[in-house]
């Protein structure tokens, strides 16, 4: 029998945000794979931790290239996966652990489609996503009657055509691009509309309601809503 493989989400932040059917997961499986950055960082685990408990897990850090380039990414995704194998193919249940959702850009699906490709049996477990714990901390809706909403990496695309979207826009991991964000907010008279959080949920978050006076140590996890 081969070990079933989970994509877990743990929510941005909080470890009291995190489902209890994700917290049986991560209870049950011998193997928690983590995210881990090159400071050693295991963010996702330590979220983890707060809510279930894992003494005892044998803990597989997997190490992932922040690039733009879908080749070096790949690499990557193809690298934890060949990691994780051997212990599913000894018949060990393995959890990975995600910020937010797995559903949401989250490297944790890429593994879980590889590791699909490759034959085993794989499943995902939600988790509260960033965009709705940030909304709930500003005591905002994201979505009134028909206007839709739109969910858009605010450092990955053409901001000022997604500015023009009727409804409630969301630009997720902000935080690299905040400058440009803010500029281009500015320039479609969104400013007023805008509110960011960053690191929602975890010791070092930040609420700010007025865009003209950022912090000026926003991190990566910036998430800004503009409502209608």
Known sequence: MKGMFYAVGVGPGDPMWMTREACGVLEACPVIAAPQTASG???AFSIAQ???ELGGKTVL???FAMSRDAAVRAEGYARAADAIAPELDAGRDVAMVNLGDVSVYATAFYIFDQIRKDGFAACMMPGVTSFCAV???LGRSLTEMDLPLHIIPA???ELDAALTLPGTKVLMKSG???GQS???LKRHGLLEKAAL???CGLPTQKVVEDLEKLPADIGYFATIVVSE
Request: cysteine-free.
């Open 182 to 184: 803010v500029q281009a």
């Open 135 to 137: 909304a709930a901390q």
């Open 50 to 52: 707060g809510a279930a």
């Open 197 to 199: 959080v960053a690191d």
């Open 41 to 43: 960082e295991m963010l």
């Open 155 to 157: 450092s990955g695309m």
């Open 61 to 63: 850090p997997l190490s």
């Open 176 to 178: 690299s691009a905040i």
